[in-house]
């Protein structure tokens, strides 16, 4: 292998990588906030490249009939939990009244921009902010419906629940979009060579998005009342119970939150590689083997974890290509084994 070889599995690999960390962070908050293994990450990496693609070719996006049927759902099971309760306490008016604003004023109005508005020909950022508009309010409905009712269980139950939910969505996004995979338009079709090497914009777009996706997490746990009510929620849920800090929140803004960094994924990747209703999966299995490097617990270990499941996938393409994946996710082994064997063991609370 020559150098210009070399560089250019590199560039790959790094590209590869920003998008995985993106997921390994979004995999590690929904976990440290809530317990839950993030399954259906997967699902949202495909209905977000989706979206953009079809709002790219003048068609209308299916993905806000999903939006308009689970709003309508989580105010169903909103209402008739005030109702239920209705016994201990008198039903909350205004909850009720905001809970039927987010889950079925805002679908509606996304429904009217999809229809009004000729999104063909608006700007590829407005686009991507649009389909983001449809898929962080969709993830804080799935764990308002699917989750928050069993925040207490088991982590054993929340994952056959998140297994359920993958499966679900799965259905739904071949129903909705249909077998065919789509691309999206390129960022940028800017390239530069440095030395032997073709250094591609498209490669250097994900990989500022990323960075300024890491770093606007940074400043927003670090800074942020939100952010820190997360962490807090991330470190002792009783122990924020206790001081105020409501976990139901702070489990559909870590949803949230997933869901778009999981769309913003699928749109990167999306003008590189044909997307699919079912692409996502395994990409996010890849996040996830870069969240597991991190412990599931630290972000900045897990984005290192990400660089290295990319370097890895990349130059195992050149090497080994029919064995890519298999060597990839082989990864977890070993670095389960040094974690098991160099960390104490106690009750899971």
């Given at each position: 292998m020559d150098m210009g070889v070399f560089a250019v599995l590199a560039q790959d690999g790094i590209t590869n990588g920003a998008v995985y960390a993106l997921l390994a962070m979004a995999l590690v908050l929904v976990f440290s906030v809530t317990r839950v293994i993030f399954l259906p990450q997967g699902e949202f990496i495909g209905y977000g490249a989706l979206t953009v693609a079809a709002l790219q070719s003048g068609q209308y996006p299916r993905l806000v009939s999903l939006?308009?049927?689970?709003?309508?759902?989580?105010?169903?099971?909103?209402?008739?939990?005030?109702?239920?309760?209705?016994?201990?306490?008198?039903?909350?008016?205004?909850?009720?009244?905001?809970?039927?604003?987010?889950?079925?004023?805002?679908?509606?109005?996304?429904?009217?921009?999809?229809?009004?508005?000729?999104?063909?020909?608006?700007?590829?950022?407005?686009?991507?902010?649009?389909?983001?508009?449809?898929?962080?309010?969709?993830?804080?409905?799935?764990?308002?419906?699917?989750?928050?009712?069993?925040?207490?269980?088991?982590?054993?139950?929340?994952?056959?629940?998140?297994?359920?939910?993958?499966?679900?969505m799965l259905g739904l996004g071949l129903f909705i979009f249909g077998p065919e995979g789509s691309t999206t338009r390129s960022f940028t079709e800017w390239s530069t060579e440095i030395g032997a090497m073709l250094v591609s914009g498209q490669s250097l777009v994900v990989i500022a998005v990323s960075l300024v996706m890491i770093g606007a997490l940074y400043v927003f746990f670090d800074r942020s009342l939100y952010g820190k009510a997360l962490r807090a929620t991330a470190v002792n849920r009783k122990g924020a119970q206790l001081v105020g800090i409501g976990t139901s929140q702070a489990g559909r803004m870590a949803f949230g939150l997933a869901a778009g960094l999981?769309?913003?994924?699928?749109?990167?990747?999306?003008?590189?590689?044909?997307?699919?209703?079912?692409?996502?999966?395994?990409?996010?299995?890849k996040g996830f083997v870069a969240a597991i490097v991190g412990g599931l617990a630290s972000y900045p270990l897990a984005a290192a974890g990400a660089a290295l499941v990319g370097l890895l996938e990349s130059y195992s393409s050149f090497w080994a290509s029919a064995y890519k994946e298999v060597i990839v996710f082989t990864l977890i082994i070993p670095v389960l084994a040094w974690r098991s064997l160099t960390s104490g063991h106690g009750d899971e609370e």
């Amino acid at each position: 292998m020559d150098m210009g070889v070399f560089a250019v599995l590199a560039q790959d690999g790094i590209t590869n990588g920003a998008v995985y960390a993106l997921l390994a962070m979004a995999l590690v908050l929904v976990f440290s906030v809530t317990r839950v293994i993030f399954l259906p990450q997967g699902e949202f990496i495909g209905y977000g490249a989706l979206t953009v693609a079809a709002l790219q070719s003048g068609q209308y996006p299916r993905l806000v009939s999903l939006l308009m049927a689970v709003g309508a759902l989580t105010f169903c099971v909103e209402l008739g939990t005030a109702l239920y309760n209705k016994r201990y306490k008198p039903v909350p008016k205004l909850h009720l009244m905001w809970s039927a604003i987010e889950n079925l004023a805002y679908p509606a109005l996304i429904w009217v921009l999809a229809r009004s508005i000729g999104w063909q020909d608006m700007p590829m950022a407005a686009q991507i902010a649009f389909a983001l508009a449809m898929t962080i309010p969709l993830g804080i409905m799935i764990y308002r419906v699917a989750f928050q009712p069993m925040a207490e269980a088991s982590v054993l139950v929340l994952l056959i629940v998140a297994v359920g939910v993958h499966f679900a969505m799965l259905g739904l996004g071949l129903f909705i979009f249909g077998p065919e995979g789509s691309t999206t338009r390129s960022f940028t079709e800017w390239s530069t060579e440095i030395g032997a090497m073709l250094v591609s914009g498209q490669s250097l777009v994900v990989i500022a998005v990323s960075l300024v996706m890491i770093g606007a997490l940074y400043v927003f746990f670090d800074r942020s009342l939100y952010g820190k009510a997360l962490r807090a929620t991330a470190v002792n849920r009783k122990g924020a119970q206790l001081v105020g800090i409501g976990t139901s929140q702070a489990g559909r803004m870590a949803f949230g939150l997933a869901a778009g960094l999981g769309s913003l994924a699928g749109v990167l990747i999306a003008p590189l590689n044909t997307v699919g209703y079912d692409t996502g999966f395994v990409v996010a299995l890849k996040g996830f083997v870069a969240a597991i490097v991190g412990g599931l617990a630290s972000y900045p270990l897990a984005a290192a974890g990400a660089a290295l499941v990319g370097l890895l996938e990349s130059y195992s393409s050149f090497w080994a290509s029919a064995y890519k994946e298999v060597i990839v996710f082989t990864l977890i082994i070993p670095v389960l084994a040094w974690r098991s064997l160099t960390s104490g063991h106690g009750d899971e609370e």
